[in-house]
């Protein structure tokens, strides 16, 4: 089965550069307001940043600045709490090699709690197609709290028509308590929580969620985690059906015989399906970005963001926690358990 088309090329490129030139946001603790808002450049550090005041009279393509450009009407409009403030064409005298443009944006947490955010945006042409994507995620934004970013887009191949205007596609907000990890610090529960980029074929749909005992101590699971279900707007999707096991969802997935439980050590994984086809037919197609989960009975829980596009179907599958035999990874500083 092919992988979900859930994060292009592109978007990996415009991380990665974001990764390596520098990035503007909010340190940790900045989003709460106990910080100001740090900001460092896109370009290398040999070269002066776009927007600090020159030590001589500038030429219109100084080294390490870019041309401003003008934002559409919308431009200045909020999504979603986030709002476009600057668009910015880099050209080969920019000093930062693999820019081609870059926005800048304003993020308000709308939430009643601290959040992490994934934002996506649109690079768009004169005639509003998409010419490429960003993406950029803003952790630890408080309630209330505004903070500033910037993402860009690395030069495309080929010759795409010039980018004249930039639009917020996507914005996922996920509460800081519940945010899902791979790895890094282990969490206070003791295990990382969270899902693969999935597998889709012919309408079927297959995401992974994977469970890492961080821990101390050993980490006992038994039968299908718990989830619930959440629109964008995080309101609890009810619509949807939760069998235990995927076998009603497709009979090709494994998983038909008797749960059976599961004791992972430290630096052991557990995996379990999430199965559904995205048939739409009469009604209304459901969508849900968002799942809590709830990993055992007493379990804290975690929100993931796997995109279910459920259909019209009206069923989503949930196969029991399984040893993962094939993870091999760091499980980060072990935490001791509550």
Known sequence: MSTLPRTSASVLAATLLLTACGTEGAPPGGGNGEA??????????????????PSSEPSPRASGRPS???????????????????????????GCAGVDYSADFELTNQLTEAATYTLTFGFLSATGGAVDRGERTV??????????????MREPLGNPPAVTGVAV????????????????????????????????????????????????LPYRLDGCPKLELQD??????????????????????????????VVLNTGEAAVADLAWRNTTQAGAPVNAPYVRVWARPGA?????????DLGTTGRLGVGSWRR???????????????
């Open 36 to 53: 100001p808002v740090q900001a460092e450049v896109l370009c290398p550090t040999d070269h002066s940043a776009y927007g600090d005041t």
């Open 68 to 94: 401003s450009l003008p934002l559409p009407s919308a431009g200045g409009t909020t999504e979603n709490g986030v709002r476009i403030t600057a668009l910015h064409a880099w050209g080969p005298e920019s």
């Open 139 to 152: 952790e630890e934004v408080g309630p209330g709290r505004t903070v500033k970013g910037t993402v860009a």
């Open 169 to 216: 596609t996507k914005v996922r907000s996920v509460p800081e308590a519940e945010a899902s990890s791979a790895s890094g610090t282990c969490p206070k529960s003791g295990v990382h929580v969270y899902a693969d980029e999935g597998d889709a074929a012919m309408g079927l749909r297959v995401v992974g969620l994977h469970l890492v005992n961080c821990g101390t």
């Open 232 to 261: 964008e707007d995080h309101r609890t999707v009810d619509s949807v059906r939760i069998l235990e096991g995927t076998e009603r969802i497709s009979t090709g997935l494994g998983g038909t015989g008797s749960p059976e439980p």
């Open 300 to 308: 804290a829980p975690v929100m993931v963001v796997p995109e279910l």
């Open 324 to 338: 993962d035999e094939t993870y091999r990874g760091a499980t980060g500083t072990p935490a001791a358990r509550p």
